[in-house]
T-cell receptor, first 116, second 115 residues
Framework: AQTVTQSQPEMSVQEAETVTLSCTYD???????LFWYKQPPSRQMILVIR??????QNATENRFSVNFQKAAKSFSLKISDSQLGDTAMYFC?????????????FGQGTELSVKP | DARVTQTPRDKVTEMGQEVTMRCQPILGHNTVFWYRQTMMQGLELLAYFRNRAPLDDSGMPKDRFSAEMPDATLATLKIQPSEPRDSAVYFC?????????????FGPGTRLTVL
């Protein structure tokens, strides 16, 4: 069974600085999808960024980028120029391509605080 | 601005009572997911549907939980009878099409407290 591990329960960063959130996963599959979701205090889950495992190029979305290391099964999220609105729980998630419905398997989350 | 809606937002009930949570997926989305979030277990998938047909409900306790889609605009999750261990936030999410890479849009969740 696939598992997702986020080893940093909490992190903090000063506004305008850069922070990296770690995520590792375990799978025997070669093709899959990876996601980062953000959950602010409002508890709404919001997709931040996604990556297809067969694409070597790291995904980027404005201030958010990933470092995808397939061999190491690592998928870290980098947030540049951190803003107060980035304060939230961040969840890394795995999706198998051999699952017909699109089941997301989530890590335990990292609580990020951006300090002024 | 299309979004997934869930009702109620918060629910407090007593052990043994029936609880029904409702979800309206984004119009045109044909895949609906139910997730549960607790401090101990984190986020876990309970069940999901495509074109109103259940694809997988293996994450759901069968003896007390049931999920249905009476029509394309409504998904329901029922717990009968409810127990204190069911206290959690229940999320509904919807997605369009068969492409697994398509974004799952989450609702605001229903926070259930069973006393």
């Amino acid at each position: 069974a696939q598992t997702v591990t986020q080893s940093q329960p909490e992190m903090s960063v000063q506004e305008a600085e850069t922070v990296t959130l770690s995520c590792t996963y375990d799978t025997s599959e070669s093709n899959y999808y990876l996601f980062w979701y953000k959950q602010p205090p409002s508890r709404q889950m919001i997709l931040v960024i996604r990556q297809e495992a067969y694409k070597q190029q790291n995904a980027t979305e404005n201030r958010f980028s990933v470092n995808f290391q397939k061999a190491a099964k690592s998928f870290s999220l980098k947030i540049s120029d951190s803003q107060l609105g980035d304060t939230a729980m961040y969840f890394c998630a795995f999706m198998s391509l051999y699952n017909q419905g699109g089941k997301l398997i989530f890590g335990q989350g990292t609580e990020l605080s951006v300090k002024p | 601005d299309a979004r997934v809606t869930q009702t109620p937002r918060d629910k407090v009930t007593e052990m043994g009572q029936e609880v029904t949570m409702r979800c309206q997926p984004i119009l045109g989305h044909n895949t609906v997911f139910w997730y549960r979030q607790t401090m101990m277990q984190g986020l876990e998938l309970l069940a999901y549907f495509r074109n109103r047909a259940p694809l997988d409900d293996s994450g759901m306790p069968k003896d007390r939980f049931s999920a249905e889609m009476p029509d394309a605009t409504l998904a329901t999750l029922k717990i009968q009878p409810s127990e204190p261990r069911d206290s959690a936030v229940y999320f509904c999410a919807s997605a369009i099409g068969r492409d697994l890479y398509n974004e799952q849009f989450f609702g605001p969740g229903t926070r259930l407290t069973v006393l």
